[in-house]
């Protein structure tokens, strides 16, 4: 078989007033994240190791934040086109590994419905995808709550 694997990485500030999504799910949460899109930063991570994996570059070539038709999109859109490249067709997904890492709020009681939905948008089952959650203890930005980063690793093979 032949297998790649692809990693990401991305980076969102937080600001008040403005939604709370990541894998899909909106949080309750007083902050939100400050982006072109929906900020979902945990699906840009994601999308971008999927991009690594065939070597197709990163979503911000895909979807510049200087196109008006990405202003305000569902992130889940963006990982369902990334996916529906032509070059991801006869490569399925093995598995996804997510690292959050994010001060406030806590995510544990939203990663079982973050799973799910990152694995429906993926069509796989959820037990292939892993999301974790983290603080930094209050050291650096995201300690300071300005802002989240999230690392994502996936393995693909071709079908």
């Known amino acids: 078989m032949d297998f790649r694997i692809g990693q990401g990485y991305d980076v969102h500030a937080l600001a008040e007033g403005l939604p709370m999504v990541l ?5 309750p949460s007083r902050e939100g994240f400050v982006a072109h899109s929906d900020g979902d930063v945990a699906i840009h991570a994601l999308c971008d ?22 202003k305000g999109v569902d992130s889940t859109e963006l990982l369902a086109a990334v996916l ?11 598995n996804a590994d997510i690292t959050i890492a994010l001060q406030a709020p806590k995510l544990a009681p939203h990663i079982a419905a973050m799973r799910a939905r990152l694995a429906e948008v ?7 995808v892993s999301v974790k959650a983290t603080t930094t203890e209050h050291l650096g930005f995201v300690g300071r709550r300005e802002g989240c980063e999230v690392w994502a690793i996936v393995l693909i093979a071709r079908k």
């Open 84 to 94: 529906a490249l032509p070059e991801f067709s006869g490569w399925s997904v093995v």
């Open 49 to 70: 190791a999927l991009l690594g994996a065939l070597a197709l570059g990163d979503i911000g070539h895909l979807f510049p934040d200087t196109d008006d038709r990405w």
């Open 23 to 27: 894998g899909g799910v909106r949080i």
């Open 122 to 128: 993926m069509g796989i089952s959820p037990d292939r």
